[in-house]
């Protein structure tokens, strides 16, 4: 059960790399500018390890759920705050 708390945890240290890269490069330049995508892929997998965690009564299941939840719903206001900022940087 360790694994599977150990790989949760990372996959929301991805995601929240994943974020700071995304903010930290040019948009328009950068190959790195869609690295929020990472986040996509990486926390519905650390959803489901930590719904396992909840399920085994593991200590920071919960925790590790709600995390994982904030950063997969953080994705879909993305594209509005990434148009926003791109049209408030170009005038």
Excluded: R
């Excluded at 995601?15 to 986040?39: R, Y």
């Excluded at 926390?43 to 593991?58: D, F, R």
């Amino acid at each position: 059960m360790h694994i599977i708390q150990y790989l949760s945890i990372s996959t929301i240290i991805i995601g929240i790399t994943g974020w700071i890269i995304t903010f930290s490069v040019d948009p328009i330049t950068s190959p790195f500018a869609l690295s929020w995508q990472v986040t996509l892929i990486a926390n519905p997998i650390g959803l489901a390890l930590s719904l396992i965690l909840v399920s085994k009564k593991m200590k920071y299941g919960t925790l590790l759920s709600v995390l994982n939840i904030l950063l997969l719903i953080s994705v879909f206001p993305f594209w509005f705050l990434t148009d926003l900022l791109n049209m408030l940087l170009s005038n």
